[in-house]
């Protein structure tokens, strides 16, 4: 007598004989087979994205998905963060930009061009971006399988990210990983505990392209291998071994940004055709002001005692007259913006009260009380248009070398530049007086907060311009800056609020070894590179005329007509 198998009414209810008879009969049919091929062959890396939202039902399909990856020793590390605010979302943009641009200065000048040539991250355009953490708080020997290899748990949540990435795009969702981050930068801002470590951010939302293709391979910077080429078989091949993995350094709200690109989209020109001025002219755009044709540059002058103690090749009375030359019209910053369209306006900050070195340059009262000025200033002058800045005062480029030290936490070598007309005697001065009220700073709490900052290590155009830009920024006006006086006084401002950042363009570039590194904090490529010492806003000054001309383009340029492709969703 042959009895019957007894069937368990959970689990697997095949038997061996079941398995033995047909052993690819755990297959899906062809037809879900070749779904799965479509959706991995057209699983792309999404940068641009519009601005409308995931519906809650198909975002939680999509966590799902990740949720269900394997994990060792079935540990679960991953923690989903999702991100819809817009402040966090400024902030965090503000960072990826800051790191392109990092990575960018590491390269030679044609990889550098071509990097910054490339959008990497759609962090201000996707409605939503989920940060992939990993919780590895449990002790690796907790742990089945992480005692043996202890990054594990990281493999785990990567096979969360490939899951979502791949529910994303069968939901016609585009995804982009951005790791445009230092880790403990974005830790810090999403107050991620010890022992939690980021993966990156995760882009998410519908997307304005349809890639047929992976982006870096389009770009010409690489071609998929043949599979192949790494496919080994039971050794590492002895004979003729593999050359390593080429390295790509060298290589490379929402609706208003995305409708900016949309415009610009229908010109009768390539995409991205001028560079670095269609990214800010795009950004004004967005800002609301596609319409622009004129602003004013505000020329903020103070006085420094700090001028005597043998930092700079100039008396200090040559800031009143380069004050007076602004009042007339005849300084160099003036008669630029007279050129560019732009109207003027001349405001004397007043004189600090210390030398930088020994005492604060200014007490905290007064620091407010310029704050608070520039901030009404900032906000009346945005009604003109675009507010381009410019500064005049003798031995502040020490100043701006001690807010930048400050701010970027840089030894004063790296720091202080040369400024105006001198020489490597003053340059040794200079850095001496960046130390010792560095060291002062720090003996009294080294607070970063705007007031106390700019009272301990500024002076009065700084505590006006920080001001100035914050209330410019609010009042929604586009932002222009010049050396490296406005820029670190932008800094501040972001520092304060990041969202300011998103009015800001740089006009130009100066000498001052410190602006570079100023710009990538802010996030910011310069309109020009004309390595100019002259202040005053001059660089401001070229650099609106410049963003000006820019929007002339993008209104006057003939048009194309608005036509809707033929998609298909699986092309590889």
Not at 332 to 356: H, I, K, N, P, Q
Not at 544 to 569: D, M, N
Request: with cysteine; proline share 7%.
């Amino acid at each position: 007598m042959v009895w019957p198998r007894p069937v368990p009414l959970i689990g697997d209810t095949t038997s061996a004989a079941d398995r033995a008879g047909a052993p690819d009969g755990w297959r899906f049919p062809e037809a879900a087979r070749q779904a799965l091929q479509d959706v991995v062959a057209a699983r792309r890396d999404v940068r641009r994205y519009r601005p409308d939202p995931v519906p809650t039902e198909v975002l939680d399909r999509v966590l799902t998905a990740a949720h269900a990856a394997p994990s060792v020793g079935h540990s679960q590390p991953w923690r989903f963060l999702v991100v819809d605010d817009p402040a966090l979302r400024e902030s965090a943009a503000l960072m990826a930009d800051s790191a392109r641009l990092a990575q960018a200065a590491q390269l030679d000048a044609d990889s550098a061009r071509g990097l910054l040539d490339l959008q990497l991250e759609g962090i201000r355009e996707a409605p939503l971006g989920v940060v992939v953490c990993c919780d590895r708080r449990t002790p690796a020997a907790g742990v089945l399988g992480r005692a043996t290899f202890p990054d594990a748990d990281l493999w785990s949540c990567a096979c969360a990210v490939q899951n979502l990435w791949l529910a994303a795009r069968a939901e016609g969702l585009g995804t982009g990983w951005v790791t445009l981050f230092r880790p403990d930068e974005l830790a810090g801002l999403l107050g991620l505990p010890d022992g939690v470590q980021t993966l990156g951010w995760l882009c998410l939302g519908w997307p304005d392209e349809r890639p047929p293709a992976p982006g870096l391979e389009r770009a010409g910077w690489s071609r998929r291998t043949p599979v192949d080429s790494v496919v080994f078989r039971n050794r590492w091949p002895g004979a003729a071994d593999p050359a390593p993995p080429p390295s790509r350094l060298r290589a490379p709200g929402r609706a208003a940004v995305v409708g900016a690109r949309d415009d610009a989209d229908t010109l009768l020109t390539p995409p991205s055709s001028l560079g670095v001025l269609d990214r800010a002219v795009d950004r004004v755009v967005a800002l609301g002001h596609g319409g622009l044709t004129g602003g004013t540059l505000l020329v903020a002058a103070g006085r420094h005692p700090v001028a005597g103690l043998g930092v700079t090749a100039f008396a200090g009375s040559v800031t009143d007259d380069l004050l007076d030359a602004a009042r007339a019209g005849r300084a160099m910053g003036t008669v630029a913006a007279r050129a560019a369209g732009l109207a003027v306006a001349v405001v004397d900050a007043g004189s600090a009260t210390g030398d930088l070195r020994d005492t604060d340059p200014l007490t905290p009262a007064a620091a407010r009380e310029l704050l608070d000025r520039g901030t009404r200033l900032g906000a009346e002058l945005a009604a003109a248009g675009l507010v381009a800045l410019g500064e005049i005062g003798v031995g502040n480029t020490t100043v701006a070398a001690a807010l930048t030290a400050a701010l970027l936490d840089l030894p004063p070598a790296e720091a202080v530049g040369l400024g105006t007309s001198a020489d490597s005697a003053t340059l040794a001065r200079k850095a001496a007086v960046v130390t010792a009220a560095l060291h002062r700073w720090r003996a009294a709490g080294a607070s970063r907060d705007p007031e106390a900052l700019l009272a301990a290590l500024g002076g009065p155009e700084f505590a006006l311009l920080t001001g100035v830009v914050g209330g410019a920024a609010r009042a929604g006006a586009v932002v222009v800056l010049d050396g490296l006086a406005t820029g670190v006084a932008a800094l501040v401002a972001v520092r304060a609020e990041p969202a300011v950042a998103a009015s800001l363009v740089a006009g130009s570039r100066s000498r001052e070894r410190a602006h570079p590194l100023v710009l990538g904090c802010l996030g910011l490529e310069p309109l020009l590179d004309l390595r100019l010492r002259a202040g005053e806003g001059v660089g401001a000054a070229l650099g609106a005329q410049l963003l000006l001309t820019g929007l002339r383009l993008r209104a006057g340029t003939a048009r194309t007509a608005a036509q809707t492709g033929t998609s298909t969703s699986t092309s590889s």
